[in-house]
């Protein structure tokens, strides 16, 4: 087996299957990337058993084949060596030599028949969503995805698809992000899956902002996420989320509406002095007044009085800062409403402009 | 100086007081009727008959077949003792309940301030009688053993006074059952060496104790000469919660046993929310008859003060423990619940799924309504699931 191929041009591959790759493995075979040439293809394929994506790229002078090699050795080589230059890897038996200009290097192979791959998905829902509609979907709502909780299915980001709508839901239990899109879709009856995070966070980074469209096929088990050069396939995680539309406030009493900007700043000027643990903030509203005070451990005060727009009781709750400042980063109007209830119950924000996106956020007993 | 403050007959007393009718007969609490269930506790006219806690219900109706049974209310009594507790509070913040009948005050930072421990000890037990309509019985000693000791020698409605030169010659006609750590087992092998008294046990060189009782033998032999140094640990000192139950009978039937566990965790947890306390480790004892004892902890992500929470884990600790009972029929002889691992602040987030802020407004309902009205029944059903 033989590729040849120019350094730039299999840089951002191998990026891509190191991203996947899990830096500390029990099994060899998984930090390699898989290399196989075919038909003037060279793929190069990155697993670590749940999350696998496949590049390929178009290459001339070679020899099919295929081999494993060591992915995070290969990359960092690659990355030192000079722009432009050319690469020539060439495969004898279980040692690869790669050579460039005047350097070369042997690396140890393991047999491509080892690597394991996610197999053709069986009966899949496909469909075609515009890259950057999907794009805003998850980043809009990636934030909330819960880490490493006990609740497995909140680790991962809910997309649920009916039709001509497609919904993604991220929560970690204390906040929940929803956002929903229009798009071209007839699934019969609605489809839910849960994505895990770690794919989540590589589909978005593969994602570009663009009206091109990728293909999305959703079976049992998994969803596989076609470009032109790129595959992408993860497992789902088996579970069942939790009834979003039920913790998403519908009618609010107290609705506070500012400049996000104005909001977010203040917010951010007292969060300095927050518990670093809690991070906990009080807000105290008033006719036409938001006041928000923050204190900590060290006895530090902050405290801001924002100008809003305001009719409502006059009434005090505990948030999070880092939650409403997640959610004010997420928002991209200019104004912003916050619903609340009292000083007990979820507090709902979305920005006048865009209310296909909504955050809620449970308060805080400070 | 340390007062051990113990009401007479609580549970049974407490609901006299709410049913006058009931005055002068022998009333028990328990159930749930007079053919299943066991007798949670009984008042002294009861107690004449020979009924006694923990005892079948069977056999206390055939003991006393005027017996009247009262089920459990154990709200009423935990805000019943919450009052009882704000009077204590009023002479020192240094207050170690033992259960809900029963607490250890240190008053040697309050003599100052309200003349005596004795002084203080007769007007607590006072305004409890006064406000309350309850009976407890003092004791007043320079440490904790003595003081418990002296609370019980003339109950009920007793008053004892043991000052530090008068310890010995009031602790030496006892018998050594008195002594904490001497159960009917060690009793036995003392009264075979054929000492009886404390008096017997102090005449005993700390070496043969040890020789024959191991570490046991160095306890006994201080507490036998008045001494122990152990301080009234209050709430907001101590690193743990806990409430425990040593039934006069052992209990085998599962169900009683796990109604117990819920009672013990009730008030654990009410505790726990009253001190705005939460903890992050539950633990859960179990004394079988033979002594043997069983303490399972485990430890959650996130500390909590909510009876469900608790209650939870509390229900797969026990089970765990009796699992590792060979006999498989597990005698009970104590039961124990407890929580540790406080964290200082009592910042809390909502969750928005977990059945957590439905469980912290029931809670909080419920604390409210026993504290404020304490008639109310307001607790959980038999928590047997």
């Known amino acids: 087996m033989k590729i040849s191929i120019s350094r730039d041009a299999i840089l951002t591959p191998l990026q891509m299957a190191n991203n996947v790759i899990e830096r500390r493995q029990t099994l060899p075979i998984l930090s390699n990337v898989l290399m196989s040439v075919k038909d003037n293809t060279l793929s190069l394929t990155g697993t670590d058993l749940e999350v696998e994506i496949i590049n390929h790229c178009a290459i001339e002078n070679n020899e099919d084949g295929e081999t494993t090699l060591p992915a995070r050795k290969l990359l960092d080589i690659c990355k030192a060596l000079p722009e432009g230059s050319n690469i020539e890897i060439l495969i004898d038996q279980e040692r690869a030599v790669l050579k460039s200009g005047r350097s070369r290097f042997t690396l140890s192979t393991l047999s491509a028949t080892e690597f394991p791959s996610i197999d053709a998905l069986i009966s899949p829902f496909e469909f075609n969503v515009p890259q950057k509609t999907f794009k805003k979907l998850i980043d809009q709502t990636q934030f909330c995805m819960a880490q490493q909780d006990v609740r497995y299915y909140l680790n991962g980001l809910m997309l649920e698809l009916s039709n001509n709508q497609m919904i993604a839901v991220a929560t970690d239990g204390h906040r929940l992000a929803f956002c929903q899109a229009e798009i071209d879709l007839n699934p019969g009856e609605t489809r839910q899956v849960i994505v895990p995070r770690k794919a989540v966070n590589e589909i978005s980074r593969l994602l570009e902002e663009s009206d091109e469209s990728v293909k999305v096929s959703l079976s049992e088990n998994h969803i596989r996420i076609s470009f032109s050069e790129v595959i992408f396939t993860s497992k789902l995680i088996d579970g069942k989320f939790p009834d979003y539309q039920q913790v998403i406030p519908q009618k609010c009493d107290n609705e506070v509406k500012s400049s996000r900007d104005n909001l977010y700043q203040s917010f951010h000027r007292t969060s300095v002095l927050s518990n670093e643990k809690y991070r906990g903030m009080r807000l105290q509203l008033s006719e036409n007044q938001l006041q928000a005070t923050v204190h900590n451990p060290e006895q530090d005060e902050a405290e801001e009085v924002i100008e809003v727009n305001y009719s409502g009781d006059e009434f005090e709750i505990g948030f999070n800062v880092a939650y409403l400042l997640d959610a004010l980063s997420a928002i991209k109007s200019e104004e912003v409403v916050m619903q609340l209830t009292d000083s007990n119950h979820s507090c709902l924000l979305f920005g006048t402009d865009d209310v296909n996106s909504k955050y809620v956020v449970m308060p805080m007993r400070l | ?385």
Request: charged letters at 25%; glycine letters at 6%; a neutral charge.
């Open chain 2, 1 to 385: 100086m340390i007062i051990h403050l113990d009401m007479d007959a609580f549970y049974a007393s407490v609901e006299e007081r709410e049913h006058p009718e009931l005055v002068g007969l022998p009333v028990v609490v328990g159930g749930p009727s007079k053919t299943r269930g066991v007798v949670a506790a009984a008042n002294y006219e009861a107690r004449k008959f020979g009924v006694v806690s923990a005892m079948p219900m069977m056999q206390a109706s055939r003991l006393c077949p005027e017996l009247q049974i009262l089920p459990v209310n154990m709200p009423l009594y935990v805000s019943v003792s919450k009052q009882i507790h704000e009077i204590f509070n009023r002479y020192t913040p240094e207050i170690e309940p033992l259960s809900l009948d029963e607490a250890f005050l240190d008053v040697s930072g309050s003599i100052k301030l309200f003349g005596s421990a004795e002084e203080i000890a007769r007007r607590i037990k006072q305004e409890i009688k006064d406000e309350l309509r309850l009976v407890v019985s003092a004791g007043i000693a320079p440490n904790k053993f003595v003081a418990k000791i002296a609370s019980d020698f003339d109950k009920p409605d007793g008053f004892v006074v043991v000052e530090e030169d008068a310890m010995q010659d009031f602790l030496d006609p006892l018998p050594v059952k008195r002594i904490w750590g001497v159960g009917k087992k060690t009793e036995l092998q003392l009264n075979n060496y054929g000492i009886t008294t404390i008096k017997d046990l102090r005449n005993q060189s700390v070496r043969w104790l040890i020789d024959r009782f191991g570490k046991q033998g160095d306890h006994i032999y201080r507490l036998a000469h008045g001494l122990d140094k152990r301080e009234v640990i209050s709430d907001a000192k101590a690193k743990s919660i806990s409430a425990e139950n040593t039934f006069i009978e052992n209990i085998s039937d599962k169900e009683i046993l796990i109604a117990y566990l819920s009672l013990l965790t009730e008030q654990v947890a009410a505790r726990l929310r009253e001190k705005n306390r939460k903890g992050k480790t539950v633990t859960v004892k179990v004394r079988f008859h033979d002594f043997t004892t069983i303490v399972r902890s485990k430890t959650l992500a996130e500390s909590t003060n909510q009876t469900q929470q608790i209650w939870l884990l509390v229900k797969s600790l026990f089970t765990a423990a009796v699992a590792s009972n060979a006999s498989g029929r597990p005698v009970v002889r104590l039961l124990g619940v407890g929580v540790s691992g406080f964290n200082n602040d009592t910042t809390y987030q909502g969750d928005l799924f977990s059945e957590g802020s439905k469980h912290d407004e029931l809670d909080g309902v419920a604390d409210e309504i026993n504290q404020r009205f304490g008639k109310l029944k307001i607790h959980r059903g038999r928590n047997t699931k």
